[in-house]
């Protein structure tokens, strides 16, 4: 190789790099242009959740006024009585044939089935205490028959429906 080719090659190589340099440009020019065209839009929801996150924390309640709006938002914002299931029915029946049948009816992880053979070990024990199991679950029984919604009066009556169908 020469020294002349040489020279010629890097001539030629240097006016390749500044053209594709000149053709960047021309290309970053051209998508200027075209972004400086377009509207930008408008979106609810984006600005909504910026003023949510610049919104205060907290208010700050000071003298006696202070005080009574402290206590009136506590008060708002205090969690509502939870509600009963079944609108609080103490219907034995409706409260097993939505709740109980489920294990009760095919002994499902060894819940008795509605017959009294199967009950003969825990009958011993006493209502009060198929109750309070009952409620607070035993075994692989959930509390309240997994429904936390369950009052224990609605609970009550579940057991003494299921007591009054296996003793007639």
Not at 98 to 119: D, F, I, K, L
């Amino acid at each position: 190789m020469s020294a002349e080719s040489d020279k010629a090659f890097i001539k030629q190589f240097g006016m390749v790099l500044a053209a594709l340099g000149v053709f960047t440009l021309i290309i970053i020019g051209l998508a200027w242009v075209l972004h400086g065209q377009i509207e930008p839009s408008y979106n609810p929801a984006r600005t909504q959740a910026k003023l949510d996150r610049l919104a205060p924390v907290a208010g700050v309640y000071a003298g006696e006024t202070g005080r009574a709006a402290a206590l009136a938002a506590a008060q708002a914002a205090a969690p509502a009585a939870p509600a009963l299931a079944f609108d609080g029915s103490l219907d034995g029946s409706m409260i097993y044939d939505n709740v109980c049948a489920t294990c009760h009816t095919n002994g499902v992880a060894g819940a008795p089935e509605m017959v009294a053979s199967a009950w003969s070990g825990r009958l011993d024990k006493g209502t009060e205490m198929l109750i309070s199991n009952a409620i607070n679950g035993i075994g692989a029984m959930p509390a309240r028959g997994g429904r936390a919604d369950l009052s224990d009066e609605q609970v009550a009556a579940s057991v003494t429906y299921m007591l009054d169908m296996i003793n007639p």
